[in-house]
């Protein structure tokens, strides 16, 4: 485990998107896992400033994200494929038919997962899969249990989930039910995982994801598991770290 407490937004972004360039200029054809919400945001900025100077390309690459919406229509803004669309996709030149987000609007959905999950396998290993995690260690969609799902699969959320991401949407009513998520298996086959966490409200879940027991009742405790994880946190996140 190899954790980086950054004293500005700026080297955090730098040093994530320094690692994704890096792993596109040595390997152009790499399959890079990506996430949705605000963790990433400022690497995926950088990752743009980047590819317009000329410093990377993304068109020989392949991107799966970890999970979508389950009944919200892919064009909604709030979908995570409109939301990779805006945020990275429209601005660099990677082929969209190259990225992978899962179809929350399929009508068969276990038929959808068992494609996505074999999609994975036939491109994958994920060379690095960047993630952030919930305020209950979620990752990707992987909600606390007695028991986790290692392979992608539908998901009920939980209300506190449903709460933390209302800010995105007009009301909490709006927020859905469900959504499909890569299992925690499937997160763990990465090569190398990237995790990001910003703010003093994710300190008390990076201090238990990471200095607490292996629990599914904290998902993100399972990187510790990993071989090559590097966390990236802010001071805040960070606050709580030995
Ligand atoms: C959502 C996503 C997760 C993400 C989490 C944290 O629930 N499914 O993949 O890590 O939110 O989001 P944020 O980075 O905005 O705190």
Known sequence: MNIHIFENEEDLNMTG???IASLLQTKP???LGLATGSSPVGIYKQLITMHQKGLVSFAQAHSFNLDEYVGLPTKHRESYRSFMNEQLFNHIDIDLSRTNVP???ASDLAAECADYERRLEDLGPVDLQ???IGHNGHIAFN??????????HVVDLKEETRQANARFFDSIDEVPTQAITMGVGSILKAKQILLIARGEEKAEIIREAFMGPITTSCPASLLQCHPNVVVLLDRAAGSLVR
């Open 17 to 19: 998107a320094g690692l």
């Open 103 to 105: 179809n929350g609007e």
């Open 143 to 152: 909600e606390p249990a007695t028991e986790l799902t290692a392979i992608t």
């Open 29 to 31: 054809r790499a399959v």
């Open 130 to 132: 960047i993630l952030g």
